[in-house]
């Protein structure tokens, strides 16, 4: 019992997409928990040991699991493209690259290690979404995951608000979710847990992106914001991913955590049941 629960002493740790945003963010949060951090990306990092990761590509993701060997305790998955990039693009990376770089490195992960993919809030039709992405998780492997965006591939271009990728991003954020509450029945019996985290508007190189896209700042905050309006900053996922990694989490698996401000469930909730609005909240001492 204890802090050191939290702590990554002695922890090997793999953090895709450590070049920027959340992922640089996580890979130096759990760096200062003690972590042996190694940063993959297709851009070199500035933190960790540097080992390229092009999750596009099957070789090189093959080549980036053998390099770092064993054992690796924890896999922070954070490398995504956003909706401004080619549907195929986003589809191959943000899922089937991913889940290929989960299949190569769950060899060497020991029994207690556990794995972290970002999702996103863009998720959140999951549950009513199993049928449309069921075919895409039941390909076997790189190459089939692969061939399945190319025979599919035009189903996604166009989408709602005009978002290039934005279909597709959905699709596999949701293909991502759906498919690590599937992984955590199979990992349970090697002692390996595996979550999503799913953010909304946190302000990364992706987000800047995405304020382009819509036109500005105040049309981005419409879309995804914390309540009141406020972004996330990279960090405040990092944490979260951190404790998702952790020891103080070892019950936890399978999972959809959502690190959004209330922006997300919260707020559907409360526009969904039409709820009275609450008193305002005083900082003052009572009767001063
Ligand atoms: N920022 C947000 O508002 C937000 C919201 C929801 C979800 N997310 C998710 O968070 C994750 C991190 O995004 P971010 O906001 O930090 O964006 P970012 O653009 O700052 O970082 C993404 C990183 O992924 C790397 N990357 C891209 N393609 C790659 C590839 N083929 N192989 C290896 N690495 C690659 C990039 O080089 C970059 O360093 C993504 O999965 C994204 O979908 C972000």
Redesign the pocket.
């Known amino acids: 019992m204890g802090i050191e629960k939290f702590s990554y002493d002695g922890k090997r740790v793999i953090v895709?997409?450590a070049?920027?945003?959340?992922?640089q963010a996580t890979a130096e949060v759990v760096e200062s928990l003690g972590a042996e951090v190694i940063a993959?990306?297709?851009?070199e990092t500035s933190v960790g040991k540097y080992v390229h990761?092009?999750?596009?590509d099957r070789e090189s993701i093959e080549s980036a699991a053998a390099t770092v060997g064993g054992p690796v305790h924890g896999l922070f998955n954070?490398?995504?493209?956003?909706s401004s990039s080619a549907p195929d693009k986003v589809i191959l990376?943000?899922f089937v690259?991913t889940r290929h770089l989960i299949d190569c490195v769950v060899p060497y992960m020991p029994r207690g290690s556990a794995i972290a993919n970002?999702a996103?809030?863009?998720n959140n039709d999951w549950r009513n979404q199993l049928d449309t992405v069921r075919p895409l998780i039941e390909t076997d492997g790189f190459e089939a995951g692969a061939q399945w965006i190319v025979d599919n591939v035009d189903a996604f271009r166009g989408g709602a608000h005009g978002w290039q990728g934005g279909n597709a991003y959905r699709f596999s954020k949701e293909a991502l979710t759906v498919y690590t509450f599937l992984k955590a029945h199979q990992l349970a019996p090697l002692g390996i847990r595996i979550n999503t985290e799913?953010?909304?508007?946190?302000m990364?190189?992706?987000?800047r992106g995405?304020i382009d896209q819509m036109g500005g700042e105040e049309q981005a905050a419409a879309v995804a914001s914390g309540l009141g309006g406020r972004r996330g900053e990279?960090e405040e996922q990092a944490y979260a991913l951190a404790f998702l990694n952790s020891d103080a989490a070892s019950y936890i698996t399978g999972i959809d955590l959502l690190v959004d401000g209330g922006g997300g469930i919260a707020k559907k909730y409360a526009d969904a049941a039409n709820l009275p609005p609450m008193a305002e909240v005083s900082h003052g001492l009572a009767g001063a």
């Open positions: 895709t997409g070049a920027s945003g959340i992922g993959m990306d297709i851009v990761l092009d999750l596009s954070v490398a995504g493209l956003g990376v943000d690259g970002v996103s809030w863009g799913s953010p909304n508007a946190t990364s190189g992706l987000y995405f990279p």
